[in-house]
């Protein structure tokens, strides 16, 4: 028997998530596949969505290397641009579109004007996030700039939203309208929903939308009842059982000691394997049925209860997210978030082609 864990993704439920997501925002959608499509295994998620995805997006070269390497011709968006002329060249070679958030990588584009063409560019603008942008006063003498390259073929605008997910927001409306007022008068399309604006109900819809974490099925807008498919489920089985008396414990510490006597189910999975450390005392579900994880989570491994599951031992099935676990539990229980705990899982299978 080979190690049983593995993060099973099902290609499918990302394709039907996307479709849906895409009609609900009602304009174009780049499907956000950055950081290994949050643990999705980017290669196989951009294939599988390449008929139907209207563009891909990825945070820096290596990443839109990988998918062009795999021969995806789709259009990929480099989302923090490029970092120096090297990586621009290479960049306007492979056909990226770039996002252009810095002085520096106009000047760049500038300087490498006679060495490309048919360049699509997205200025990134600073609406409130202040993380990454151009101050909004900038948009049309960056419009003119670019353009009187002549290398450039599209200009388009986008802002990241800061509390598209936060309960009550209204933080996002004046983004939106600063992004707005600010492009108005210059005839480009403008990108700023993500996922959780695409699932407000509220507020006016960008050209663009770029979707992220509810694609892979987590909904992250409080009061949203949007129905969206998990696409990945954290798998393993029970490879050892434990008795153990009242009053003992189990791992690491010896911070759980149990108050009755109880079997403990040793499960083939660990911090290593993207489950995270602090999880001590989540929902897990084995052979379908709801229990805990019992003591200090391993580097390999964790222990589960099952004192009360009489027909679960070796072999059961474990599911620490998925179908019956939301990650978003999981990720509460571990005071971070679900894209954080997605994107450090590092071993995937794939359910369907
Ligand atoms: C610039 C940018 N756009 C879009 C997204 C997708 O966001 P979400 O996963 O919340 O849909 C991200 C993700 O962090 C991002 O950084």
Same mark, same amino acid.
């Given at each position: 028997m080979t190690r049983p864990s593995r993060a099973l993704i099902d290609l499918n439920a990302l394709l039907s998530n996307y479709k849906k997501l895409r009609a609900l925002h009602g304009g174009k959608a780049f499907a956000v596949l950055k950081a290994n499509a949050y643990g999705h295994g980017a290669v196989r998620c951009a294939k599988k969505l390449e008929m139907d995805a209207d563009a891909f997006a990825v945070a820096f070269l290596e990443e839109g290397l990988e998918l062009r390497e795999a021969g995806i011709h789709k259009p990929i968006l480099l $989302?923090?641009?490029?970092?120096?002329v090297k990586e621009l060249l290479k960049a306007a070679n492979h056909s990226f579109w770039i996002v252009v958030s810095r002085h520096e990588q106009l000047e760049m584009i500038e300087q490498c004007s006679r060495a490309m063409r048919g360049l699509n560019v997205w200025l990134k603008l600073e609406t409130g996030m202040n993380r990454l942008g151009l101050d909004v006063s900038l948009a049309p003498e960056y419009v003119s700039r670019l353009r009187a390259t002549? !290398? !450039?073929?599209r200009v388009s605008f986008m802002t990241h939203l800061a509390?598209?997910?936060?309960?009550?927001?209204?933080f996002s409306i004046k983004q939106i309208e600063k992004l707005i007022n600010a492009t108005k008068e210059l005839d480009c399309e403008v990108s700023f929903c993500n996922s959780a604006r695409v699932l407000s109900a509220k507020g006016p819809r960008s050209d663009w939308a770029r979707l992220g974490i509810a694609m892979y099925g987590i909904n992250t807008m409080p009061g949203s009842s949007f129905a969206l498919e998990p696409v990945m489920e954290l798998k393993s089985q029970i490879f050892d059982v434990k008795k153990i008396k009242k009053g003992e414990s189990v791992g690491y510490g010896c911070t759980a000691q149990v108050s009755r006597d109880s079997r403990v189910g040793i499960v083939a999975l660990g911090y290593a394997d993207g489950y995270p450390r602090n999880a001590m005392g989540c929902s897990v579900s084995v052979d379908g049925r709801l229990t805990k994880t019992l003591g200090a989570i391993s580097m390999d491994m964790l222990a589960v209860d099952i004192?009360? $599951?009489?027909?679960?031992? $070796?072999?059961s099935q474990v599911e620490l997210w998925g179908k019956h676990i939301h990650v978003s539990e999981v990720a509460q229980h571990a005071r971070t978030i679900p894209y954080e705990l997605l994107c450090k899982v590092n071993r995937v299978s794939f359910l369907s082609a």
């Open positions: $989302l923090e641009g490029v970092f120096d002549k !290398v !450039v073929s509390c598209a997910d936060v309960e009550g927001d209204d004192t009360e $599951l009489e027909n679960s031992g $070796l072999g």
